[in-house]
Nanobody, 124 residues
Framework: QVHLVESGGGLVQPGGSLTLSCTAS???????IGWFHQAPGKDGAAIPC????????FYADSVKGRFTISRDNAKMTVWLRMDSLKPDDSGLYYC??????????????????WGQGTQVTVQG
């Protein structure tokens, strides 16, 4: 059975930083892992994704230059470093796993596996 467990959410001031982590168990390391951001009252959207070999990577325009995704296959852990946070970055962040990042880069919101979500609140 596959489990994705997120941690690292919290309250931060605008301009601040947070690092989220997602640890997968029972998941083959061939899977790409990404993060979906669901702002209050809005549909979720994939923001970054990283494939097994790191070359398969995607960042949404809204987070390019501010967020960095990284991965350790041996630990089956993915980190999302979020810098220069804005109030619009607030919401639930879900870790998700799918075979490739390309679907999410094309706007898909489906995934084979989902975590339970972690809350990020950016406010002064």
């Amino acid at each position: 059975q596959v489990h994705l467990v997120e941690s690292g959410g919290g309250l931060v001031q605008p301009g601040g930083s947070l690092t989220l982590s997602c640890t997968a168990s029972g998941l083959e390391d061939v899977y790409a892992i990404g993060w979906f951001h669901q702002a209050p009252g809005k549909d979720g959207a994939a923001i970054p994704c990283i494939g097994r070999n790191h070359g398969n990577m995607f960042y949404a325009d809204s987070v390019k230059g501010r967020f960095t995704i990284s991965r350790d296959n041996a630990k089956m852990t993915v980190w999302l470093r979020m810098d220069s946070l804005k109030p619009d970055d607030s919401g639930l962040y879900y870790c998700a796993a799918d075979i490739l990042c390309s679907g999410w880069a094309a706007g898909s919101d489906r995934a084979d596996y989902w975590g339970q979500g972690t809350q990020v609140t950016v406010q002064g």
